[in-house]
């Protein structure tokens, strides 16, 4: 297994990725022209983030996206762990232990990102077990958020 930066070439695998992980974990069908479009948003636009893609004989077996949050509090950027997909084929065979060491051996190296963060669904627990095995700890946050849709907002 390699374990890679992700190129433009990859974004359909990553969108495919993002699909099926929104309607594996959330019942949730993106759309694909969107989805597409904001996978190769990032993968362009280094500011937004960026992916990794896990590969085994040259095909993408996975991926992680990675994108930024600035903390005025501790001066330093968190990097934040996003559309995490293996392939059901490729479940517990260290994929995901692996795009996280990526992930720590990148961010160690860069003196401005102060840690990694990440969202799991609360049912999603072995994910949960996961993510606590590799040194992860939860925190006693929680995410709320207020989507906008074209229709509501402001013109």
Not at 39 to 53: E, M, N
Not at 86 to 108: C, E, H, I, M, W
């Amino acid at each position: 297994m390699k374990i890679r930066p992700a190129v433009l070439a990859d974004a359909e695998s990553i969108a495919s990725f993002n699909q099926a992980m929104a309607m594996e974990t959330e019942a949730k069908q993106l759309a694909e022209a969107t989805i597409l479009e904001g996978v190769r948003r990032q993968l362009t636009d280094q500011t937004l983030g960026f992916y990794l893609v896990a590969e085994v004989d040259s095909k993408a077996i996975g991926c992680l996206g990675i994108t930024f949050e600035w903390s005025d509090w501790r001066c330093g950027l968190f990097w934040w762990i996003q559309s995490v997909y293996v392939d059901p084929a490729y479940r517990n065979k260290g994929a995901f232990t692996q795009l996280y060491g990526q992930v720590k051996d990148l961010a160690s190296h860069q003196k401005e990102v102060i840690g990694i963060r990440l969202y799991a669904e609360k049912e999603n627990t072995r994910a949960i077990r996961t993510y606590l095995r590799l040194g992860m700890s939860e925190t006693p946050y929680r995410i709320l958020e207020e989507e906008f849709t074209d229709s509501s907002k402001k013109s």
